[in-house]
């Protein structure tokens, strides 16, 4: 299994709304990713999980809130999000600390996420 | 600061035009260089790792090669299919994020 599973694949919110993200992975990776993505932007990190624990903020708005239950799932819990916070959010996973190719990505599909 | 620049921004090429696509760094010590393909609304796809200058790695239509300065995509006689953007990244023993994305070249290949 070389896939990372994210859900939902498309998601429209208030920006009064709670909703969360999901994102699954069974290859034993032990880091995880949260990217944001605008239309014809490269993918701009928020957060780093590594061993389930958060390593890397990359001063993302605390209306967005990352959280890792275990060492296959990664969620992202939004709350009060502006209409400018619309993007495609990818996770990603990799083998930290193993050498070179330990930031070889895998990304999911990303969810599609529209805020009115 | 590490920082990847790739070139042209768009390319339109008709089908059998054989071309190639550019990356250019610049890191403190590369450890990595990645291409990757992303279709719309989808997420990046992992083509290549290049570790040092002089490498080269093949997948079907697409070679990429590795210099101490930049990257290059070669893409010999696109399909259609080939349609995407392509997206080159860089993973370095000094920067703090895993991975600096470039912008990416979006190539479209005419039937």
């Known amino acids: 299994d070389t896939e990372v599973t994210q859900t939902p694949k498309h998601l429209v919110m208030g920006m009064t709304n709670k909703k969360s993200l999901k994102c699954e992975q069974h290859?034993?990776?032990?880091?995880m990713y949260w990217y944001k993505q605008k239309a014809k932007k490269p993918p701009e990190l928020m957060f780093v999980?590594?061993?389930?624990?958060?390593?890397i903020n990359e001063s993302v708005p605390s209306r967005f809130s990352p959280e890792c239950p275990n060492s296959s799932l990664l969620n992202l819990h939004l709350h009060a999000l502006q209409p400018e916070d619309s993007a495609l959010y990818l996770c990603?996973?990799?083998?930290?600390?193993?050498?070179?190719?330990?930031?070889?990505?895998?990304f999911g599909s990303g969810t599609q996420l529209s805020v009115l | 600061e590490d920082q990847v620049t790739q070139s042209p921004e768009a390319l339109r090429l008709q089908e059998g035009e054989s071309s190639s696509l550019n990356c250019s760094y610049t890191v403190s010590g590369l450890r990595g260089l990645f291409w990757y393909r992303q279709d719309p609304g989808k997420g990046p796809e992992f083509l290549f790792t290049l570790y040092s200058a002089g490498e080269e790695k093949e997948k079907e239509r697409l070679k990429a090669t590795l210099t101490k300065k930049e990257s290059f995509l070669h893409i010999t006689a696109p399909k259609p299919e080939d349609s995407a953007t392509y997206l080159c990244?860089?993973?370095?023993?000094?920067?703090?994020?895993?991975?600096?994305f470039g912008k990416g070249t979006r190539l479209s290949v005419i039937a």
């Open positions: 999980y590594s061993y389930e624990k958060l390593s």
């Open positions: 290859m034993g990776h032990r880091a």
């Open positions: 990244a860089v993973h370095s023993y000094s920067g703090n994020t895993p991975l600096v």
């Open positions: 990603a996973s990799s083998r930290p600390g193993q050498g070179p190719t330990n930031e070889k990505l895998f």
